[in-house]
């Protein structure tokens, strides 16, 4: 089994920065995928970006060119730096562990973008 604690989700002004990060821990296995989903109400999850241990990486079209994923493998974190927000962030960002057939996920984190 695999826990993954989130953090760094708030309030911020349309324009400012936040830096998601979510730490694994427990059935790391060596090849795996992190990523960070996002969830507003009435909408589906969606996928943000992602990237994987060998460290390929992947965006949405929304998050191009203003988010950058990135992963410290020896600590097992993935990290979501977002830059230039807009109202249409704000969701509940969920952090996604999957590998080896199995899939999990973070409790999510509040992300709120004010106009």
């Known amino acids: 089994q695999v826990q993954l604690v989130e953090s760094g989700g708030g309030l911020v002004q349309a324009g400012g920065s936040l830096r998601l990060s979510c730490a694994a821990s427990g059935s790391i296995f060596s090849f795996n995928v992190m990523g960070w989903y996002r969830q507003a109400p009435g909408k589906q999850r969606e996928l943000v970006a992602d990237?994987?241990?060998?460290?390929?990486?992947r965006f949405a079209d929304s998050a191009k060119g203003r988010f950058t994923i990135s992963r410290e493998n020896a600590k097992n974190t993935v990290y979501l730096q977002m830059n230039s927000l807009k109202p249409e962030d704000t969701a509940v960002y969920y952090c996604?562990?999957?590998?080896?057939?199995?899939?999990?996920w973070g409790q999510g984190t509040q992300v709120t973008v004010s106009s």
């Open positions: 996604r562990w999957l590998g080896s057939g199995r899939n999990y």
């Open positions: 990237i994987t241990s060998d460290m390929t990486t």
